[in-house]
């Protein structure tokens, strides 16, 4: 089965290098999304400045995935930047990943509402859904945390159900995330991906090695 792979913007430039030569490696068949980034970010401050429709945001912000989705390929010969989920499976039959840039399927399909509660996580979760693929969603923390994350009682959840996190009021995913998971009846996990060998034992089925991560049950 596929493992759509969701690279969190929060990762660029410092660790995605690194991770995508991990990744290559995998066994598994891996198509990646990858998210906006700091480029994102300035659109959330500028809107906080002039306040402009959401959907320019929406639609400025997809455009920042594409553009960090092509550094991200740049850098590696084995991921291929795509924008058609019909070529993902001569890339995957040429050992090589496919990297969705996703500004012209989300402009053609248009499935989310334009709001920054949608973010990368969701659109990947959407593709995720639309291939019938499982959902890997890496960023720079270990998973969602009870408590505050800056504290010291902060706690880990190894495992929570997509309800539940519909009353968090922040985590490390979007606000919209919790909805699709129980809308599509797909589970996620979550992983630091600083920390490639993590990811590596999470693809290979190694928990032995990765005991840092949340599992989302959807319904």
Known sequence: MVTVVKIGGSLFPEYTKELCEYLTKSEEKLVLVNGGGTLANNIREFNKINSFSEDINH???????????????????DIIPITDLKEIESIHKSNKI????????MRKEDPLKHSWDVTSDSIACWIANKINAKLLILTNVDGIYRGNIS?????????????????????????CLPKLLIKYHLDCFIING???ARVMAHLNSDNNINNFYTHIGGE
Not at 98 to 105: Q, S
Not at 156 to 164: E, F, R
């Open 59 to 77: 639609w400025n912000a997809i455009k920042c995935m594409d553009i960090i989705g092509n550094f991200i390929a740049d850098e590696n010969k």
């Open 151 to 175: 504290s010291n009682n902060k706690k880990l959840i190894k495992s929570i159900n997509a309800k539940n996190l519909l009353f968090f009021k922040e985590t490390c995913i979007d606000k």
């Open 98 to 105: 496919p990297l969705i840039l996703t500004y012209e399927l």
């Open 194 to 196: 600083k920390y490639p």
